[in-house]
């Protein structure tokens, strides 16, 4: 009960952000009044078809809505000053996976990080494709979060960016934002033994191309 309270605090204030009111949200994710009041209130339980509607309309990501994760899509985005060169991959898929090339194509200037990789695939929006998503190295599966959004390969040379949720002490699952996409069971002993190995976490997305200084 005090989750589900915590989820309409959090659908209440992305709605007043947006300065929309309960039936204006309502109408655009094809539900009444009387149901967002009660999502908001805590009285009703929000579903993840549900979230999905609200999370689209809200511009926030699921994981966010349901309070796994503290990165809403907004916190994604890099706009701040560029301090630091890090070098660009080609590439990570937002769908079925990609290979990553083993030499870097070109280089970017980014706050944070410690590479960046072309997106490809419609996955993971609002995440767009064909920008970069900007990758802090991580080595540890226990030092992902919740709901964090992760670059993982699988398979050998397989790299696909996906949402990471905990399974208890057994694994993870990758799911996406597109429902289209299913999500899948990744168990700990993979990552152990070498058949599944995690890049990274997401921190920040790169949209200007222009600003991409390739190798000749």
Do not use: H
């Not at 992305?14 to 967002?36: D, S």
């Not at 009660?38 to 549900?50: C, L």
């Not at 630091?84 to 090339?101: E, N, Q």
């Not at 699988?154 to 993870?172: H, P, Q, R, S, T």
Request: a neutral charge; charged letters at 30%; hydrophobic letters at 40%.
């Amino acid at each position: 009960m005090l989750n589900q309270l915590k989820i309409g605090e959090q659908i209440k204030a992305a709605r007043e952000q947006k300065g929309m009111t309960q039936e204006q949200l309502a109408e655009a994710i094809g539900m009444t009044q009387r149901m967002v009041s009660s999502y908001e209130r805590g009285k009703v339980a929000v579903s993840r078809k549900a979230a999905e509607k609200i999370s689209r309309v809200l511009g926030l990501s699921v994981a966010f809505l349901l309070r796994t994760s503290d990165m809403p899509y907004e916190k994604i985005e890099l706009d701040a000053i560029f301090k630091k060169t890090i070098p660009v991959y080609d590439s990570v898929s937002a769908g079925g996976g990609s290979v990553i090339a083993q030499e870097p194509i070109g280089t970017i200037q980014a706050t944070e990080g410690d590479f960046a990789m072309k997106i490809k695939g419609d996955s993971m929006p609002p995440l767009s494709a064909d920008s970069y998503v900007i990758v802090k190295k991580v080595y540890d599966v226990r030092d992902v979060r919740d709901g964090s959004i992760v670059v993982v390969r699988i398979n050998g040379d397989e790299a696909v960016l996906k949402y990471w949720f905990i399974e208890d002490d057994y694994g993870v699952v990758l799911r996406s934002e597109n429902i289209d996409y299913k999500p899948r069971f990744i168990p700990y002993e993979r990552f152990y033994n070498g058949e599944c190995e995690l890049i990274g976490i997401a921190v920040g997305q790169y949209k200007d191309l222009r600003g991409v200084n390739y190798k000749k």
